[in-house]
């Protein structure tokens, strides 16, 4: 079988995870990744053996610092068949062009609107949607841990209302210009926030309302869900649906918090300590007058990346059934 | 008019705020603080001449530490009309029996319970009920915030179902043994938490829920408030009815975080940067899909300060009428 020819535009915190998610998998092969400076991750990525290509006006100062460069940004799209586009948010849209020029597939990360791409993508959801298209747009962190859980709830109990309070860790682990350092914002303040309407761009027609804040931490996000669902059931019954879902993890034991679960992460030997499934109090899923209540975490920096690969898939057409690129996806990074 | 004999048990962050905030009334004064420890607040409390009390068994470590002792708690209670017990959380239960053989009226916080005091108090929601009360319960910093503004719509709107998620600063900034330092900690991880039915203490038959975490930040807690009401009514028909609450402040003006607001404090010339009130975005007041959302900060330091004022009225009798009680308290304290 010839392999998915995989390039990465833009190498950072999502696109060096993508890259090597790529490598683990039968059907798919990274060609090229795209850096436009010299920095360690750029130096990583060449030690790891990944072509490495640059904007043309940065050839002489990516070599200039020992990095060989594979060509322009242009000769690698050209040399591949999918750009997974993980540049920084809303620079995405500018490479659209480069990408029709050349003929080829891209998927951009939530950081871009919907509109871009026309197709919001998460495996469990809406694989099937995705087969054979030349733009999809993976959703972000807090909208790929939502969909996991809102869709099969959904199919089996029916969401009648979803309100969701998204605390937000406010700057990466690697980031030293962000903040806050000790407050919290609400952010948005006006009411509600963008993430209930992107959530809708994969799940049409669910009625969630969400809230947000920004909070002082670096580890992950947390989300607070409260549901009215239309069939009557039980905490064990929506325990059971969750336990179901291959990218959902329950925590207990002990781990009374983020910082806990990401020593899990570390413990389990995951890749820079990645937790790739949402992670769910399953103490916390409680019937409370009716309504449902639970708390999961989900880490920022990973819980995309099996569905990046999973996108290129489904647009590759690798496969048809989203299932089984969800097994085969799970299985080859050990999820 | 004589004035009232208060005496404070327990001069730490509440105490010495409910000290300085009676001795700014007309109608009250404090007869004596105490304290188990010579540390740097004791010191302070005898500079600004509140006699200083202390358990038999530290009298002589206090005076050692160059502590000039007024006499025993015992004492102190003897003395006194009212006593405050600001002693920390599930010690103030052991003192009833004392308060009781002295014969005194008693004020505890809201880390005791309910059933201690048998009336739990929020000054703008059921101040009549303390009148000539011998044991009152003030409750605690979260509860007082929610009660300032439940209340209110409550009575104007009817509250059909009230659903908060409360995000609880970890420490005070004076605290240096608690955390979180870099993580969201649920908590309760059981759900519903607490705080919904402390709510009902005060505001009896109201249907709340609450979810609540830890955050890393010492600065204030943060509601996200989500009401279904029973009467139509527009996000400004709320806005109008918060604006006439005295102990509600709406923040904007580039105020996007809790941070802000406690600067704003210090501008403001608050004794210690305290910010009594409710800060309530009006920003964020917001009716969507039928249901009103808005975000309001509390600042667990202080926000009790005045509604132990106002409890001591009540017990005392020193007045009658709730809002005329709270005006003066405002007053004086420059709210």
Redesign the interface.
Same mark, same amino acid.
């Given at each position: 079988m010839t392999k998915a020819k995989v390039a990465i535009n833009g190498y950072g915190t999502i696109g060096k995870r993508v890259a090597d998610a790529v490598m683990l998998q039968d059907d798919m092969e990274i060609i090229g990744i795209a850096k436009t400076r010299p920095n360690f991750e750029t130096v990583m990525a060449q030690d790891k053996g990944y072509p490495v290509y640059t904007l043309a006006d940065r050839v002489g100062s990516m070599e200039e610092a020992g990095i060989e460069v594979a060509g322009t940004v242009e000769e690698m799209v050209e040399a591949a068949d999918v750009v997974v586009d993980c540049t920084p948010g809303k620079v995405g849209v500018t490479n659209k062009e480069l990408y029709e020029k050349a003929g080829i597939k891209a998927i951009w990360q939530g950081g871009e609107a919907h509109e871009l791409a026309g197709c919001s993508f998460n495996a469990e959801t809406n694989y099937e949607e995705a087969l054979g298209k030349d733009f999809v747009r993976v959703v972000s962190c807090n909208t790929t841990g939502l969909c996991r859980v809102l869709s099969p709830l959904n199919n089996e109990f029916g969401v009648k209302?979803a309100?969701i309070?998204l605390?937000r860790r406010s700057a990466d682990p690697n980031d030293i210009k962000h903040g806050?350092i000790? !407050?919290?914002?609400?952010?948005p303040?006006?009411?509600?926030s963008h993430h209930g309407p992107d959530v809708k761009t994969v799940i049409p027609g669910i009625?969630v !309302?969400t809230?947000a804040?920004k909070?002082?931490?670096?580890?992950?996000h947390?989300h607070?869900i409260?549901l009215e669902l239309e069939k009557e059931c039980t905490a064990e019954d929506v325990e059971s649906i969750l336990a179901e879902q291959s990218r959902v993890r329950f925590v207990g034991q002990g781990i009374? +918090?983020? !910082?806990?679960i990401m020593e899990l992460a570390k413990d389990l030997g995951r890749p820079r300590g990645d937790m790739w499934e949402n992670c769910v109090?399953n103490? +916390?899923i409680?019937m409370?007058?009716g309504?449902l209540?639970?708390?999961q !975490?989900i880490h920022q920096e990973s819980d995309v990346i099996p569905e990046n690969v999973d996108a290129i898939r489904a647009m590759m057409e690798l496969e048809s059934d989203g299932q089984k690129s969800i097994a085969e996806t799970n299985a080859k990074m050990g999820i």
């Open positions: 209302k309100r309070t605390m806050p000790n !407050a919290i914002v609400p952010n303040i006006k009411l509600p009625d !309302a809230t804040v909070l002082p931490t670096t580890l992950m947390l607070t409260n009374t +918090s983020t !910082a806990e109090w103490e +916390s409680t409370y007058e309504e209540y639970f708390f !975490a």
